[in-house]
Nanobody
Framework: QVQLIESGGGLVQAGGSLRLVCATP????????MGWFRQGSGKEREFVAA????????YYADSVKGRFTISRDNAKNTVYLQMNNLQPEDTAAYYC??????????????????WGQGTQVTVSS
């Protein structure tokens, strides 16, 4: 079983920044594709960003392109989501997820095998 531990959420004013962190113990992190998803109140879970196992490729939802950056440090078993210029519509619970080989559709929640518990991000106007 893979445990994903998220941190870094909080309350921020519009235009502010937060960095989410997702860490996992164990030796297999470097083989995982990693993704961030979010779910607002009363909404379905939606794709935010993803990164391939080696960090060579990153993917973003159109709504966050140019504002959010996903990165990873395989030596630290950690993936990050830097969120800049946050807006009220970014308010949601954010979840990190791990996709083990063979990899699926990196933008689909159904492709991911393990999920964190979520961290709340609230952006005030």
């Amino acid at each position: 079983q893979v445990q994903l531990i998220e941190s870094g959420g909080g309350l921020v004013q519009a235009g502010g920044s937060l960095r989410l962190v997702c860490a996992t113990p164990g030796p297999t992190f470097s083989s995982f594709a990693m993704g961030w998803f979010r779910q607002g109140s009363g909404k379905e879970r939606e794709f935010v960003a993803a990164i391939t196992w080696n960090g060579a490729n990153t993917y973003y939802a159109d709504s966050v392109k140019g504002r959010f950056t996903i990165s990873r440090d395989n030596a630290k078993n950690t993936v990050y989501l830097q969120m800049n210029n946050l807006q009220p519509e970014d308010t949601a619970a954010y979840y990190c997820a791990a996709d083990t080989p063979p990899y699926g559709d990196i933008g689909s929640p159904r492709s991911y095998d393990y999920w964190g518990q979520g961290t709340q991000v609230t952006v005030s106007s």
